[in-house]
């Protein structure tokens, strides 16, 4: 984000370089990293590789990690047979707006006072330790379940 016109021409400039190096197919001047590069066996030759990761890149590890086979098995057995596609629409709304208010809230709790594990110690700082020794219990079992689930899925 940018606030002032020398930010924006620059952020403009780093996302123009960025398009250019995106498009550019041939990158004449960085060295193969393929099997048929033109190195003999026995090269010793140093070949490097460019470790830059540009938004495209963040946007599809985040995309990547909130997808998990949890969400193919869940769309194909029960929510589009059952609810249609309007229903598996409203109900993904829905489930986005919750998350939406609950991370809101818990932002907004560690930025006035941050400590570890803001989930867990804001529902014993904020409802009662007993709360904080369910909602725990509650997390590490719903943790623990995943690996099953996984492994059920991928069959």
């Not at 004449?28 to 033109?38: D, F, R, V, W």
């Not at 194909?76 to 409203?90: A, D, H, I, K, N």
């Not at 709790?109 to 989930?119: E, K, L, R, T």
């Not at 014993?124 to 725990?136: C, H, L, N, T």
């Amino acid at each position: 984000m940018w606030w002032s016109k020398d930010e924006k021409k620059s952020n403009a400039t780093i996302q123009a370089r960025e398009e250019d190096l995106y498009h550019d197919k041939s990158n004449s001047s960085q060295p193969s990293l393929s099997s048929n590069s033109a190195t003999e066996v026995g090269s010793t030759g140093e070949v490097t590789t460019q470790r830059k990761l540009y938004n495209r890149h963040l946007q599809l590890i985040a995309i990547g990690g909130s997808i998990g086979t949890g969400l193919f098995v869940t769309i194909g057995t029960t929510g589009l047979t059952v609810g249609g596609p309007l229903g598996l629409l409203m109900a993904y709304c829905l489930s986005t707006l919750l998350i939406l208010l609950l991370t809101s809230a818990t932002g907004e709790m560690v930025s006035y006072m941050p400590v570890d594990s803001p989930f867990l110690n804001m529902a014993g700082r904020v409802i009662d330790p007993a709360f904080e020794a369910a909602a725990s219990v509650n997390f590490w079992v719903m943790q623990s379940l995943y690996i099953p689930f996984e492994i059920t899925a991928v069959n």
